[in-house]
Structures are given as C-alpha cells and as structure tokens.
C-alpha cells in the first residue's frame, strides 16, 4: 500500500516511515502542509497520516481541502490535542480515525490497518478468495490451510490484487503502490514480481491475467 505521513517533527516523521517502509509498503514523507498538497496532487494514496501543527498551516486545512476535492483516502490524525470537541470536530470535518501523541506504534499500525480494511470494504484482516487467505495481520498466505512462502514484495503485490479484486490494474499503478518517491526500481520490476507470484500461486485458484495494454487482473480459476 502507498502511505502519506504528514509530520514536521523530523524524528517522529522518519520513524514512522521507517516502521512502515520495514513491513514493506510505500510511504512518503511530507513536512509541511504545501509539500502534502504537492504529493496529493501527485499520486493516489491508500492512507494519510496527518499531523495537525505543521509549520505552513494546520492539518485540520490540509484535512478540509482534501475533502472538498472529493478525495476520500482514509486520514488518521496524530494530535497533541485530548479535548472531546477537538476530537469531535476533527472527525466532522472528515477525519476517520485519530491518535492523541505520546502514541505507541504497534496501536498507530494496527489503526492504519483497520483504515485500510474499512476503505475496502472488510470487516478483518483476513482476506478470502477462491481457495487462498491472505493474512493482513500476520502478513501470511495460506492455500486450502497450507501456508505458501512470499517474499516481503511478492505478498505486497498480492495485498494489492486482493484488495483491488475485478480491477485491472495497470504497472504504473502497482508500482505507485509499492514504491515512495524516493526509491527508484527497475522499469521491469512489476513483471518480475507478477512471474513469482504466478509461480507461488500454482495450486490455488488465484490467476493473475495480464489484460493486454491495460495491465494485470486478479481472477479465479473457476470465476
């Protein structure tokens, strides 16, 4: 998944992107609220992270005119702030979850995965398809009970497709879910991955066709 952190705190701001860098999803950092609304325009995220005091403005700014673009990308707030009104004010102006500071990572993770659950539409970290189950929480793949070894970037992709069920999606837009900004791969790295995780998946209902021109779709076997 692609993660937008917004915190002007340098330390708390590369700590938590390292935290989520090492679970291996894309993430990106941004200072200030201006460097946030260059990255918005940029890419598509699946989660921000916002910070409310930024040095340029305030998250709850960045916050409405995300909104009122009709950009509905989940946002948790990090806020020094422990008032109920403040609390009730920032999920009224489209805030889907918040976290008061100091916090505890393992909470802020497993908070960013019930976001990520509820913008696809499911009610746990456990992801069914045809004969395979994809285990967001302990990051697993089973096939009919039988756990089947991914690497950390091939299970990436896999949470993409699965999450992503009777799209196309096109290398471009796996990639902008894998990647930050600030890592460079290969041109063909998505062809890579697509041909591993293919040869992982033989047993299990689970195809990746490629859609010519277009990109790759996730399907089963048997429909």
């Known amino acids: 998944m692609r993660i937008l952190v917004v915190e002007d705190d340098k330390v708390l701001g590369e700590a938590i992107t390292q935290r989520i860098r090492r ?4 993430v990106d950092l941004a200072q200030t ?3 946030a609304q ?3 325009g940029m890419y598509d995220y699946d989660l921000m992270i916002l910070d409310l005091n930024l040095p340029d403005t305030t998250g709850d700014t960045v916050l409405d005119s995300l909104r009122k673009r009709q950009i509905n990308t989940p946002v948790m707030i990090l806020t020094a702030r422990d008032q109920v009104e ?3 004010a920032l999920l009224d102006l489209g805030a889907d979850d918040y976290m ?3 916090f505890d990572f393992g909470e802020l993770l497993a908070r960013c995965r ?3 659950r509820r913008s696809q539409g499911q009610a746990q970290d456990l992801i069914e398809y045809g004969n395979a189950c994809l285990d967001r929480k302990a990051c697993t793949l089973t096939v009919e009970g039988r756990a089947i070894d991914l690497k950390q970037r091939e299970y990436r992709l896999l949470e993409v497709f699965m999450g992503h069920t009777g799209q196309v999606l096109s290398k471009e837009a796996l990639m902008e879910h894998l990647y930050s900004v600030d890592e460079f791969p290969s041109p063909n790295v998505i062809e890579i991955y697509v041909a ?3 040869k992982s998946l033989e047993g299990s209902d689970l195809k990746i066709r490629t859609i010519r021109g277009l990109g790759y779709l996730l399907d089963k076997e048997n429909g």
Do not use: E, N, V, Y
């Open 196 to 198: 591993r995780l293919r």
């Open 114 to 116: 019930a976001l990520l």
């Open 86 to 88: 403040d609390r009730i």
């Open 38 to 40: 260059q990255f918005i």
């Open 23 to 26: 679970i291996g999803h894309g």
């Open 33 to 35: 609220g201006a460097a």
């Open 100 to 102: 008061t500071k100091p």
